[in-house]
């Protein structure tokens, strides 16, 4: 079975400051795939990033960034210099090989961003 | 805005009753996507329907059921409610299966009294 846990259920950090969002998954299948989601207080769930298993590579996205590290199954999530617009719901989930299955979420971790 | 559609935003209903809720996909999207989400459970996999067909099913119960239409929109049946079935109902869409990502609908506020 698959399993992913946000152990942080609520963040809460001051503007301008770096925060670092952790995932840690559980899957048996050699080829999955990890996502991030976030969930902003109107309710939509907006898609962030898509990683397969293979591909290890850090990756940037302005002040976003991911680490994926499959020696010890984690997939966080960093925003540097954090804004009040980053206060959300943030959600990692993951899809095996299979093709066929939906996604596995994380219970998410609420990210508090003050003024 | 995703490209996905979901009607209605909300919906209240009393219990024992039937309702229906629909989605229309992204245009060029094979694949359609239920997920509920309730403070108890979380973000939970229902059923996935693929050009039409069921492809895989999830946590999803009997008095449920799902199906994709000829021009790819799709609905979900919820029906016998009880109140634990109050949730937001997402509806998500994607290209081909569910390796690639996943683009989700506003989703639908179903409230159970």
């Known amino acids: 079975a698959q399993k992913v846990t946000q152990a942080q259920t609520e963040i809460s950090v001051v503007e301008k400051e770096d925060v670092t969002l952790d995932c840690v998954y559980e899957?048996?299948?050699?080829?999955?795939?990890l996502f991030w989601y976030k969930q902003p207080p109107s309710g939509e769930l907006v898609f962030l990033i898509r990683r397969n298993s293979f591909d290890e590579q850090n990756e940037i996205s302005g002040r976003y960034s991911w680490n994926f590290q499959k020696s010890t199954s984690s997939f966080n999530f960093t925003i540097t210099a954090s804004q009040v617009v980053d206060s959300a719901v943030y959600f990692c989930?993951?899809?095996?090989?299979?093709?066929?299955?939906?996604?596995?979420f994380g219970k998410g971790t609420h990210l508090i961003i003050q003024p | 805005d995703s490209g996905v559609t979901q009607t209605p935003k909300h919906l209240i209903t009393a219990t024992g009753q039937r309702v229906t809720l629909r989605c229309s996909p992204r245009?060029?999207?094979?694949?359609v996507y239920w997920y509920q989400q309730s403070l108890d459970q979380g973000l939970q996999f229902l059923i996935q329907?693929?050009?039409?067909?069921?492809?895989a099913k999830g946590n999803i119960l009997e008095r449920f059921s799902a199906q994709q239409f000829p021009d790819l929109h799709s609905e979900l049946n919820l029906s016998s409610l009880e109140l634990g079935d109050s949730a937001l109902y997402f509806c998500?869409?994607?290209?081909?299966?569910?390796?690639?990502?996943?683009?989700f609908g506003p989703g639908t506020r179903l409230t159970v009294t």
């Open positions: 998500a869409s994607s290209v081909g299966t569910s390796r690639r990502e996943q683009y």
């Open positions: 989930a993951l899809n095996g090989g299979g093709g066929a299955d939906g996604l596995t």
């Open positions: 899957t048996r299948d050699t080829t999955y795939y």
């Open positions: 245009s060029g999207d094979l694949s």
């Open positions: 329907y693929y050009n039409g067909e069921e492809r």
